[in-house]
Structure formats: C-alpha cells, structure tokens
C-alpha cells in the first residue's frame, strides 16, 4: 500500500449525513485521485488532483466534494445527496517506479449505510 | 463506459499451472497497465507497456499488447496460491488530462494448493 494511508476502515453513514474519508500521502506526489469500487466490478474515478488548490471531477463526481489545501492530503466528503454510497473508496496517487509513471493505491475505506 | 473489459471474470486453477488472463480496450492508448488487488485492500501495480512496445516481462508476469487487436493479456506462469487475486487491466489514453487511468471490472484468478 506504499506511502499512502486512508482512515478510517470502516466509516457508516446515518441517512442525511455528510461523512468524510481521509487520505494522506507522504511520497510528495502532485497528482492523487478518488475511486469508487463496487462489488465484483472494477474502480471508478470520483475526482482526481493534479495539483494542490485544483481538482477535477472524474466520471462519478455528483454526491461527493473533494478539497487540495495541502499536498499530501486530498479528503473526499460524500455528501447527503450521494444515494447509494454504500461501496469501497480507494485514495491514489500518481509517480514514479522504475522509470514508469504509476498510481499507487491506499488500503481503502469501507463505507457502510446505516 | 468502462476502457478495458477483462476476460474471464473468474478464473480456477491448480498449483503450477499458468494463468491467462485478458483485456480488451476501445480507443488509442498511451500504455496499459496490470494491477493486482487482494480481497479488500487497495490495488498493487505489477506492470506497464507502453502502446510501442509489444511484450514485457517481471519476474512471473508476461504482458503482451496488440494494438491493432486493441487487446493485452497477463501470463502468470507456475502460479502459487498466493497468486490468488483479482487482477485489472487500466489504459492510459490521450485524450484524458491528468494520466486518468480506466479500469476494466477484473479478473478473479484462484489458485488452489
């Protein structure tokens, strides 16, 4: 899971409640992004940033908010109006191994819908 | 949509056995990569070619990529248990900013002792 880590595990959610995973970073990556992974399927982009103080939503970005106040953090919030939450998140960031330009992934966090 | 579209979803195998597993893509990419992701944790990268290069190997793993078919496909060879897994393809494709990596839903390789 290299330098990144995601807390927490395991986060539920109460029905209208705003929840936020955390994500930080400390291989001085500048660009790190947000997936969203369903059962059986494959990862999904929420948001991604390839800088600090800019981000980009992905493909899935309605529901969620995102903040890149500092480099080696990008929160993710999913917001009260994300319907179906309930999946695995996992936090990227983007850099170099043996010449090649790769993500390295976080442990993910599970988020449960009360 | 998704990029990439792995085939089989699930694979089985014995010990010592190799294991193929395939990806299919839609549009020009800069390169492909493989990643492994064991049940619940975060993925793992285990290779990448590039859209010029035809095959690769590390260690186990051969990567081979046909443009023109727009498919890869990983070659595990003399599998051990611990290779059970599930294993996705991304491609990296130009018309995105920010190297956004798509992925294709995996392949669940088990390998039984």
């Known amino acids: 899971d290299g330098g990144i880590t995601q807390s927490p595990k395991y986060l539920f959610r109460k029905e209208g409640q705003n929840v936020t995973l955390s994500c930080e970073q400390n291989l001085n990556h500048d660009a790190m992004y947000w997936y969203r992974q369903d059962p059986g399927q494959g990862l999904r982009l929420i948001y991604y940033?390839?800088?600090?103080?800019?981000?980009q939503k992905g493909d899935i970005a309605e529901g969620y908010s995102v903040s890149r106040e500092k480099k080696e953090s990008f929160p993710l919030t999913v917001t009260s109006a994300q319907k179906n939450p309930t999946a695995f998140y996992l936090c990227a960031s983007r850099g170099w191994d043996r010449s090649q330009e790769t993500q390295y992934f976080g442990p993910g966090t599970r988020l449960l819908v009360l | 949509s998704q990029q990439g579209e792995e085939d089989p979803q699930a694979l089985s195998i014995q010990e010592g056995e190799n294991a193929t597993m395939n990806c299919s893509y839609k549009?020009?990419?800069?390169?492909l990569q493989w990643y492994r992701q064991n049940s619940g944790r975060g993925l793992v990268h285990l290779i990448l070619i590039r859209s010029n290069e035809r095959e690769k190997h590390s260690g186990r793993l051969r990567v081979t990529l046909d443009t023109s078919k727009k498919s890869s496909s990983l070659l595990i060879t003399a599998s051990r248990a611990a290779d059970t897994a599930s294993y996705f393809c991304a491609t990296d494709f130009p018309e995105t900013s920010g190297s956004r990596l798509t992925f294709g839903e995996g392949t669940q390789l088990t390998v039984n002792p």
């Open positions: 549009t020009s990419i800069n390169n």
């Open positions: 940033s390839q800088i600090v103080n800019d981000f």
